[in-house]
């Protein structure tokens, strides 16, 4: 693209580096989870029908999380099953969702259980605020009902609350009915009072037992499981995101002219690139050069390169970007994509933004932008994804503060750009 004739636009060097973030030790899933589920084993007799929910996000071992919460109650003398507990994900077809399942390794017969996979629910009754409160039928089929979930910042709202296992029961067991119930009620009510009305009312009406809640570090690895009784959700979902909030890796810097992400997808965030990180919300954002008091972080312009395998075509939260490739829109799944953003009722996330043939053509347009008389001086940040944000490349600009920051190590001494010769990079390892 000639951003401007007869003009080229110089490209800032780049550095890798690493951001040292606090240290979890490892965990012993197997006897985590075994210890965990002492505190629950008077209920659990044998005969008794148990529905394991599990959800769509890259959570790591969630197989072996999920075999294990399985093995404990097989032990038990219990009869368990797994359902999708994904909202509109997979297409919001049961076939699709029984894929994503499948892509994390919980299929049935590495797990040794069954998977009841169906979009339908059963109306529970209303809310205080009058909303209908939807539930999985495979699920309220169940005696007890066990669902497991990473607990993280939501990207739309919170602390005390965010994503986690009462999330999993209003809008992953809420199917696509009761997600869309959820996120239109929110709209009105705010997003926190309506997960707690909605989730009071499902531990009213649906026999769960318990829930797996997980907690990750910076590093996307497992850094605790914690059986949570249904009574005790609230109070001790809000202590797990508090640790969360506390591991959550972020940018290394908050003041940011460009921010490129290799890629963006439903495995990453539920909006694509968590918002926790870029500052961006479906619910609108600020890129304008001027006037940007109170923006945290500060970045005024986002490059999307490309879209997660994992995704399948969803594109949902390219709209927060201000620029992407031509490879990216050719992966979308318009449909998948639709369905999605129609449940969570935020249209602004499947917008397309300026589309470019190359990674040079979309950087240097970027650049142009920002106004500045010396384009090699921008702040310049590229990651990988949202989600994982241990080493980072900075633009050369940021070599004063990487050298006077003790959470920051330079790997890797500045560069120019490896730009192909086809005009693109190849992704961050």
Same mark, same amino acid.
């Given at each position: ?87 509109? %994900? ?221 995704? %399948? ?117």
């Amino acid at each position: 693209m000639n951003v401007a004739i007869g003009q080229k636009i110089a490209f800032p060097r780049m550095m890798r580096v690493r951001q040292v973030f606090e240290e979890t030790p490892p965990v012993d899933i197997a006897a985590a989870v075994a210890a965990g589920m002492d505190a629950v084993r008077g209920d659990l007799k044998p005969g008794l029908r148990v529905a394991v929910a599990v959800g769509s996000r890259g959570i790591t071992n969630l197989s072996e999380i999920v075999g294990a919460v399985i093995g404990q109650l097989k032990d038990a003398g219990c009869e368990p099953y797994i359902v999708p507990a994904m909202g509109s %994900h997979g297409g919001a077809s049961p076939e699709g969702q029984t894929e994503l399942l499948d892509e994390y390794g919980v299929t049935e017969a590495a797990m040794g259980a069954p998977i009841h996979a169906s979009l339908e629910v059963e109306h529970l009754g209303h809310t205080p605020e009058g909303y209908d409160g939807f539930f999985a039928r495979e699920a309220l089929a169940a005696d007890a009902i066990v669902p497991i979930n990473r607990v993280k910042l939501h990207t739309d709202f919170g602390p005390p609350l965010g994503s986690g296992l009462l999330k999993m029961l209003v809008v992953g067991l809420g199917k696509q009915v009761g997600a869309e119930t959820f996120h239109r009620a929110v709209s009105r009510h705010g997003y926190e009072p309506m997960l707690r009305s909605l989730s009071r009312l499902i531990r009213e009406k649906a026999p769960v037992l318990f829930g797996v809640g997980i907690v990750e570090n910076s590093r996307h690895q497992t850094a605790r499981i914690a059986i949570v009784p249904a009574a005790e959700m609230e109070p001790r979902e809000e202590e797990l995101l508090a640790e969360a909030k506390r591991l959550m890796p972020l940018l290394p810097f908050d003041d940011v002219d460009i921010l490129v992400i290799d890629r963006i997808g439903k495995n990453i965030s539920g909006s694509g690139m968590d918002p926790n990180v870029t500052g961006r919300n479906g619910h609108g954002y600020n890129s304008h050069l001027r006037d940007r008091v109170g923006i945290h972080p500060d970045i005024r312009r986002i490059f999307v390169r490309n879209l997660t395998p994992q995704s %399948h075509g969803n594109a949902t939260g390219i709209g927060m970007a201000d620029v992407t490739t031509q490879r990216l829109v050719d992966q979308i799944d318009h449909p998948v994509t639709d369905i999605n953003v129609q449940t969570s009722n935020i249209f602004q996330a499947s917008k397309v933004p300026m589309t470019f043939a190359t990674d040079h053509d979309a950087m240097s347009l970027l650049l142009h932008s920002l106004v500045i008389s010396d384009t090699t001086k921008a702040k310049v940040i590229r990651i990988a994804n949202t989600l994982d944000l241990n080493e980072v490349e900075v633009s050369e600009t940021y070599a004063a503060e990487v050298a006077a920051r003790g959470n920051l190590e330079s790997v890797k001494g500045a560069a120019d750009w490896p730009i192909n010769d086809d005009g693109n990079l190849d992704d961050l390892l």
